[in-house]
């Protein structure tokens, strides 16, 4: 991926993370696969003076909305209202800076998801076909799916499921399941029944998805490896109905009574968000960042407009906004953009295993704050991203990287520097001495490290970026050790002078390139340098060492990062 192609000095920058499915709140392994790193990315491009609108919102439709809904005894929208409130709380105290936090089930999604699907039909992108779809006699239902439970096909996995196999990443129908059973209730009184259904001619749009997939080269080799797997298997058709109550109503006649597929209304959902986002304040107009235009015309992908639109999502989402939502977006004909970059993510695994909501299993979000602050965590799920393989939480390896990292080497790098100029200084950095060539040198090599962390932020690479910063913190704590202020205060007040206020400017551009992932430790720091400013600027490479003149009062701020044990993140 060439940085050069994802930065323009002009572009604005549209950014969506996968959407939380509402069932329950979500697990760390949802945090570091879609939300975390898109929070992370908007904050750097804002940091670098782009507009960005970030958006995500609350998967609320579907058989898992009902099901949760029935086991605690409420009506859906009220279940759905409890949750999507509860989850958007909890995104907000993980410092999740989305500029619309939205949800499917809102009136504007509805509506988009109607007129997108009107114009497919009229179109000729929709099929009506007649489909032996799974009954269970014992839940006394249509089983969609995803709630139909086999052993797969091609794998032999034997918990696949009927929209597709975890396992070996293939779609399914429910009808190709070996001893198929409910999900919901284990029985095997599974009979296929005829019903009508809508579908959407996704194999005609086999070579055009290819053609522009192809030419993805700001893709990572995960997403277009899934994306072109797919098509080199042959698309299918895919049916976009289900006998369902709850989801958004199919406009057409004969189909009343049905919705839609969760997963063809939820993309759209992205749109909607923003909808939503121009409609809540005066002078945002939502298609100056959607109709892109030349992106949506897969002849001219090769364009570049000024908008870019990137996607964060995880592996098993590559499918649905790689092929199944960019058909939607090329059949309707609307000139929608497509997405510029899908960044998709690997699994992050909990001690060896998975992480998994309906078996509890795993650290949950809720759970995660009430333990620990939440840059604690944001650092760690960060700087260990599941990017070119599984990554794996360990407590041990969590409690050791938080201490390393932030007590030890950030935290210790603030509490020395500022506290050396508070106890010595009397809170005022030091005006006298000039720079010599240790300030030279440490300058040289921070300018180094901050283009680095840039060119890792412009090509999504976040391990390497939070590598960047811990090398950041280690220059400034190298410094100091080396140059000694409190040895040089008695045999040369102006060259310890010198030292104090070059390290009072390294804190504060070590505070700088770890704001996008430690947000509140890092204001926290810049706000007792007397940095005030609204928007947090990117350390500037020519003048971070003379950004806090001498004469500045500063304060100390409270303990950053304590030592954490194991009995921190898991407590009996």
């Known amino acids: 991926m060439s940085p050069d192609t994802m930065e323009s000095s002009m572009a604005k920058f549209l950014i969506t993370s996968a959407l939380p499915y509402i069932n329950g709140v979500k697990h760390l392994g949802n945090l570091a696969g879609s939300l975390l790193p898109a929070d992370i990315h908007a904050r750097f491009r804002r940091q670098t003076g782009h ?3 970030f958006l995500c919102g609350t998967d609320e439709h579907g058989t898992p909305a009902e099901l949760a809904a029935r086991a605690e005894g409420l009506p859906v929208t ?41 114009r497919l039909d009229a179109a000729g992108w929709i099929e009506e076909r007649v489909l032996r779809q799974a009954y269970s006699a014992g839940d006394r239902r249509f089983l969609p799916d995803r709630y139909v439970v086999g052993t797969c096909p091609f794998c032999q996995d034997s918990n696949a499921r009927g929209d597709q196999c975890e396992s070996c990443t293939r779609l399914l129908d ?39 997939i192809e030419g993805q080269d700001e893709w990572p080799l995960l997403v277009r490896s899934i994306a072109l797997k797919w098509l080199d298997e042959g698309l299918r058709d895919r049916c976009i109905t289900r006998d369902l109550s709850w989801g958004v109503a199919v ?100 001690e060896g295993g998975k992480f998994s909501t309906s078996g509890r299993r795993g650290i949950f979000t809720d759970a995660a704050l009430a333990a620990l602050p939440a840059d604690t965590w944001r650092w760690w799920l960060a700087a260990n991203a599941p990017e070119g393989a599984d990554s794996n939480f360990r ?53 180094a490290c901050l283009d680095r962390l ?6 999504l690479e976040f391990r390497k970026a939070a590598e960047e910063v811990r090398a950041i913190w280690r220059l400034g704590n190298a410094y100091l050790a080396s140059q000694a202020p409190w040895a040089a205060l008695k045999s040369d007040p102006e060259r310890a002078a010198v030292i104090a206020r070059t390290g009072v ?68």
């Not at 919901?184 to 599974?190: C, M, N, R, V």
């Not at 020395?416 to 100029?421: D, G, Y």
């Not at 840039?454 to 090509?459: A, G, K, N, S």
């Open 51 to 53: 507009e960005v609108l």
């Open 78 to 118: 009220d279940y759905c209202d409890r949750q999507h409130a509860l989850q958007a709380d909890i995104y907000r105290r993980f410092g999740l800076s989305f500029d619309h936090f939205s949800r499917t089930s809102g009136a504007a999604n509805r509506a988009l998801t109607q007129e997108i699907f009107r």
């Open 174 to 212: 429910s009808t190709e399941l070996i001893d198929p059973r409910s999900a919901i209730s284990g029985t095997h009184d599974i009979e296929f029944r005829e019903t009508r259904h809508l579908f959407l001619r996704l194999s005609a749009f086999q070579d055009r998805l290819r053609h522009w």
């Open 251 to 350: 406009p057409k006649a004969g189909f009343e009574h049905k919705v839609f597929y969760v997963w063809f209304d939820a993309p759209i959902g992205y749109i909607a968000a923003a909808v939503e986002w121009a409609a809540a304040g005066p002078g945002r107009d939502w298609r100056e960042w959607w109709e892109g235009g030349a992106q949506v015309r897969y002849l001219q992908f090769l364009a570049k407009d000024q908008v870019r639109y990137l996607q964060f999502l995880a592996k098993d989402n590559v499918p649905f906004h790689a092929v199944s939502f960019p058909a939607t977006l090329l059949g309707c004909g609307l000139p929608l953009k497509l997405p510029d970059v899908i960044k998709g993510f690997n699994w992050l695994t909990f």
């Open 395 to 447: 407590i041990d390896r969590f409690v050791a990287g938080i201490n390393k990292d932030l007590a030890d080497t950030f935290g210790n790098l603030v509490n020395r520097c500022l506290s050396f100029v508070g106890n010595r200084f009397d809170g005022i950095v030091p005006c006298a001495g000039a720079p010599g060539s240790p300030e030279d040198e440490v300058g040289r090599r921070l300018c």
């Open 454 to 459: 840039r060119r890792h932020h412009e090509t």
């Open 505 to 572: 400017n390294l804190v504060r551009a070590a505070a700088l390139a770890a704001w996008p992932f430690i947000p509140t430790a890092a204001a926290a720091v810049l706000e007792g340098l007397g940095e005030t400013a609204e928007t947090v600027p990117w350390p500037n490479d020519g003048s971070a060492l003379t950004a806090i003149p001498g004469g500045r009062r500063i304060a100390v701020p409270p303990l950053l990062f304590r030592k954490i044990t194991a009995a921190d993140v898991a407590p009996p």
